[in-house]
């Protein structure tokens, strides 16, 4: 008799550790730690979704002949594993985890290869990629997506540049589906609510899909009616719109109801059909195969020690509206409001909003990385770390990023309709101005030499009235700092 223990975050049938067992003989375990899920204060719907989606995934189990040990909402891993293995001896196998060190911690007796990615992490290290196009590349020829023999199709690569464009004011974005909670998540919800009180979000609007069944209904509805206009609008912000052609998938496929491949050659499907244009499916597909599994490369590569990193100093503590909203940056507001009600926000919000904020106001990188983690219902360190401290922060250096990804109002102004609704002037008093310019001024030496920054630091150096500029900045920091509200 053998255990497989299957985590939150491998929701999958096809998990390495469940191959193992005879399901007439074997066993599953599952555990809902309360201790874990206290170590930060998780969005709500992050808690329910994992616990909910846990849950129904014991019984898809069952209904595969399964025998499935459940321990809902324990005190802690450690008394559950030796509750069960009194009752069950035998060894415990556990897939291991897409984050860095669980395995260690939980101690299972052996672990089996991750199964839920698509690259190898041997590999990986084997190949020195440099920056993601090498690494995308080598994935489409790995996948055959998109490929026409050794070739892409239609001879080019990557789409990017074609996919810059601003929605029209009045624009119509399709509708999301909700998923009503059934009995089970309204009894996670109830659970969540009595024992994460001060959890961060709330969890009234809460309509993920739960289930493989509604997760792959979630993903038709993306391929029917956003993946077409995707790649257009994949840089776009608009007050109030969570997803505009985003497809949403990322907290599922974290999870494992959802396997990346499939949903790729579904999306590759739509543009073979003539249904969804090639600029989109490659963007998408580029997200997926290319993103998502450089991200996770990244983070083996470099851990441990990458949550340490800091390349700029900063210093400044987390500001308070990160935790409530309450800023008179519309831009900001709008994408924390919208995180605290749904658990998410797209790309360009969380890359160009909340973490062009961080990086350019100086606040420390793993203040930053912690609450990415807790706010977002897709959150889990393998792609938080790089996201936040590679991508968004430039805390590594460079090690996923060329540049860092500073910009002031006038790139918001252009990319947004936020500016319009906003206290602050864009051309003027907005914070994202005099923090942007201090952040060139403060690391002007360690740009001079990154020939991509080289056209910001010509413009700083014609900035004549850098000085008061500057001082502006200091306030602003120096009130973060006191807990003001800005
Ligand atoms: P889409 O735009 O529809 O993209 C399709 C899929 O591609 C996503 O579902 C996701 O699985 C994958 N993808 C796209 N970009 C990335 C990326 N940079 N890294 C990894 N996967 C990617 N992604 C998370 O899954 N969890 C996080 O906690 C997370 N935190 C982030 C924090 C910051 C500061 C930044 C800049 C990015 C973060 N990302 C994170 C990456 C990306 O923003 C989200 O994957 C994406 O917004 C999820 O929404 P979507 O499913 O609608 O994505």
Same mark, same amino acid.
């Given at each position: 008799m053998q255990t497989a223990w299957v985590l939150g975050d491998q929701l999958t049938l096809s998990g390495s550790a469940l191959q193992r067992l005879d399901p007439a003989r074997d066993r599953v375990l599952m555990i809902e730690s309360l201790e874990r899920a206290r170590l930060l204060p998780y969005h709500k719907q992050k808690m329910v979704l994992l616990w909910s989606a846990m849950r129904h995934f014991a019984q898809e189990l069952r209904a595969h002949g399964y025998q499935v040990d459940y321990h809902e909402a324990c005190a802690n891993y450690s008394e559950a594993v030796k509750a069960h293995r009194?009752? +069950?001896?035998g060894p415990i196998l556990m897939m291991d985890p897409a984050d860095y060190g669980v395995a260690e911690k939980l101690g299972p007796d052996e672990v089996t290869p991750n199964t839920m990615f698509l690259s190898s992490r041997e590999e990986f290290? /084997?190949?020195? #990629?440099?920056?993601?196009?090498?690494? @995308?590349?080598?994935?489409?020829?790995?996948?055959g997506l998109l490929m026409d023999g050794g070739s892409p199709v239609s001879g080019r690569w990557n789409y990017d540049a074609d996919n810059r464009e601003v929605p029209e004011k009045g624009h119509r974005?399709?509708?999301i589906p909700r998923y009503a909670p059934d009995k089970t998540t309204r009894a996670v919800m109830e659970l969540v609510s009595r024992e994460l009180p001060k959890h961060f979000g709330s969890l009234e609007s809460f309509a993920w899909p739960v289930t493989r069944a509604d997760a792959?209904?979630?993903v038709e509805d993306f391929l029917e009616h956003r993946l077409d206009l995707?790649?257009?609008?994949?840089?776009?912000?608009?007050? $109030?719109?969570? %997803?505009? #052609? +985003? %497809?949403? &998938? %990322?907290?599922?496929?974290?999870? $494992?109801? &959802?396997d990346p491949l499939d949903v790729c050659q579904k999306a590759e499907k739509r543009y073979r059909s003539g249904k969804a244009r090639l600029s989109s499916v490659e963007g998408f597909i580029r997200q997926v195969i290319g993103w998502r599994e450089f991200v996770h490369q990244i983070y083996h590569w470099k851990m441990p020690g990458y949550l340490d990193v800091n390349?700029?100093? /900063?210093?400044?503590?987390?500001?308070?509206?990160?935790?409530?909203?309450d800023t008179d940056m519309h831009c900001v507001r709008d994408a924390i409001e919208g995180l605290m009600e749904?658990?998410?926000?797209? +790309?360009?919000?969380?890359?160009?909003?909340?973490?062009?904020?961080?990086l350019i106001a100086g606040v420390v990188p793993r203040e930053v990385n912690d609450w990415y983690l807790l706010a977002y219902a897709d959150a889990y360190e393998w792609v938080v770390s790089p996201n936040v401290l590679g991508l968004s922060l430039?805390?590594?250096?460079?090690?996923?990023? %060329?540049?860092? @990804? /500073?910009a002031s109002a006038n790139y918001l102004n252009k990319m947004s309709d936020c500016c319009r609704g906003c206290a602050y002037n864009p051309k003027g008093d907005c914070p994202f101005n005099a923090l942007y310019w201090d952040f060139l001024a403060r690391n002007r030496e360690r740009f001079e030499h990154n020939p991509r920054m080289s056209l910001m630091i010509k413009q700083l150096d014609r900035k004549s009235d850098l000085r008061e500029v500057r001082a502006r900045a200091e306030e602003l920091r120096a009130r973060m700092r006191r807990g003001e509200r800005i």
């Open positions: 009194k009752r +069950h001896p290290r /084997a190949r020195p #990629y440099g920056r993601l196009e090498n690494f @995308y590349r080598e994935m489409r020829r790995q996948t974005f399709p509708d792959l209904d979630f995707f790649g257009p609008f994949e840089d776009a912000i608009v007050t $109030g719109e969570r %997803s505009l #052609y +985003h %497809s949403l &998938l %990322s907290p599922l496929l974290n999870i $494992g109801l &959802l390349h700029f100093g /900063a210093d400044l503590p987390l500001p308070q509206f990160y935790w409530d909203a749904h658990g998410i926000n797209h +790309h360009i919000q969380r890359l160009m909003v909340t973490g062009n904020f961080a430039f805390a590594d250096g460079g090690v996923i990023a %060329s540049k860092p @990804y /500073a």
